[in-house]
């Protein structure tokens, strides 16, 4: 049983910052590529980042040089730290996983098999 929890959305000014957090539990953690998404209200949800089980990252056009995707095993948790946050970044922020260990193309919904429920993030103008 594979489970993932996000926390650490808020509300924020634009130009703030938040760091998003992605606990995970039910398997050898340090095995598996985590992925974050976004899904805001009316759009489809999109890829914003991914960290492989061995340390590579991969992130969206929007997100590079705003966002850092980090992992720390010996927690068992997955970060996303967000700065220079704008209005556009409001969404829900999930984290996802896929089944196959030791790979690393999980970059769209589809290709993710356990997902967290998901934390709210909220930038105002």
């Known amino acids: 049983q594979v489970q993932l929890v996000e926390s650490g959305g808020g509300l924020v000014q634009a130009g703030g910052s938040l760091r998003l957090s992605c606990a995970a539990s039910?398997?050898?953690?340090?095995?598996?590529?985590i992925a974050w998404f976004r899904q805001a209200p009316g759009k489809e949800r999109e890829f914003v980042t991914a960290?492989?089980?061995?340390?590579?990252?991969s992130y969206a056009s929007f997100a590079r040089g705003r966002f850092t995707i980090s992992r720390d095993n010996a927690k068992n948790t997955v970060y996303l730290q967000m700065n220079t946050l704008k209005p556009e970044d409001t969404a829900v922020y999930y984290c996802?996983?896929?089944?196959?260990?030791?790979?690393?193309?999980?970059?769209?919904?589809?290709?993710?098999?356990?997902w967290g429920q998901g934390t709210q993030v909220t930038v105002s103008a």
């Open positions: 039910g398997r050898t953690f340090s095995r598996y590529s």
């Open positions: 996802a996983s896929p089944k196959i260990a030791y790979t690393f193309n999980n970059f769209d919904p589809t290709t993710n098999d356990y």
């Open positions: 960290i492989s089980w061995n340390g590579v990252t």
